[in-house]
């Protein structure tokens, strides 16, 4: 009898990912969406805090937004269950004044109130506790070639951090359920066309263009040339499996971030 071949190469790995992984994780499809729509939010957010601190005058003109490694997280996984936490954000942002050479946490900017500094702190700590195979399908789209979702995000928000800043308002920051309700002052504004712009033009057209690339790579059989300086590994097929729920996911739902009144709230959290 002829010797079985399997259809098209991965078939087998897929097969025993789909009939015995996602029966295990029955939530497999549920859990990559979650992910991606925390990356979308956390992105949302930060374009709206990198926007505020530019207007307020806290990040200069000509400065340069570039990506660095994870300096926050705020849980970590289990290695019994092999459950690893995913950082939402790919990647920590700097801030390099024109003419320096040492990057600045935002959070770290002079100025601050605490609440400012531990919202900022938050996002880029904000992890998903997931299957270890979602942190290395994280690991290549974060580092693909030519441009990964490191550049991608830092490029995003460099775009709110330019040209015209928005002056301050005179305007009702509290509602009726605070104590000074009816107080005006002078606060700084996010610019929300420019927020919006910059994430529905930059970030979700090149986001989806760069989980198809990272697709590219683990078919071209060069995923363990991006694993191996983190000491990971993983079955090409199953990252390709959870790198197509990301881009299948990537526009199914705006962030909430992006509504006036969670601008409104943002707003509020800034000026204090």
């Given at each position: 009898m002829a010797k079985r071949r399997k259809p098209w190469w991965g078939a087998g790995a897929y097969e025993n990912f789909r009939q015995n992984i996602v029966q295990r994780f029955t939530n497999f499809d549920r859990d990559a969406q979650n992910h991606v729509?925390?990356?979308?939010?956390?992105?949302?957010?930060?374009?709206?805090?990198?926007?505020?601190?530019?207007?307020?005058?806290?990040?200069?003109?000509?400065?340069q937004i570039v990506p660095s490694g994870a300096r926050w997280q705020s849980l970590g996984g289990s290695r019994l269950e092999a459950?690893?936490?995913?950082?939402?954000?790919?990647?920590?942002?700097?801030?390099?004044?024109?003419?320096?050479?040492?990057g600045i946490d935002p959070s770290d900017l002079p100025g601050l109130t605490q609440a400012v500094r531990e919202g900022i702190r938050t996002e880029f700590a904000?992890?998903?506790?997931?299957?270890?195979?979602?942190?290395?399908?994280?690991?290549?789209?974060?580092?693909?070639?030519?441009?990964?979702?490191?550049?991608?995000?830092?490029s995003t928000c460099q775009q709110v951090v330019h040209g015209p800043r928005r002056a301050r308002e005179n305007r009702l920051v509290r509602g009726p359920q605070d104590a000074m309700?009816?107080?005006?002052?002078?606060v700084?504004?996010?610019?929300?066309?420019?927020?919006?712009?910059?994430?529905?033009?930059?970030?979700?057209?090149?986001a989806e263009m760069t989980y198809e690339r990272a697709m590219d790579e683990v078919e071209g059989n060069r995923l363990t040339q991006y694993l191996a300086p983190f000491h990971r590994s993983a079955e090409p097929a199953l990252v390709l499996e959870v790198l197509n729920a990301y881009l299948k996911h990537h526009r199914a739902q705006e962030p909430t971030k992006l509504r006036d009144d969670q601008m409104d709230a943002l707003e509020r959290v800034f000026n204090g």
């Open positions: 729509i925390g990356r979308n939010q956390s992105v949302a957010q930060v374009l709206g805090y990198m926007n505020l601190l530019y207007n307020a005058g806290l990040i200069p003109n000509d400065a459950i690893e936490g995913a950082h939402c954000l790919p990647c920590q942002l700097l801030v390099i004044p024109p003419g320096g050479s040492q904000h992890v998903t506790n997931l299957p270890a195979l979602f942190n290395s399908a994280d690991v290549v789209a974060e580092q693909c070639r030519p441009t990964g979702l490191r550049e991608v995000f830092a309700w009816g107080e005006f002052r002078d700084w504004q996010i610019d929300r066309d420019a927020v919006r712009r910059a994430y529905r033009d930059t970030w979700v057209p090149r």
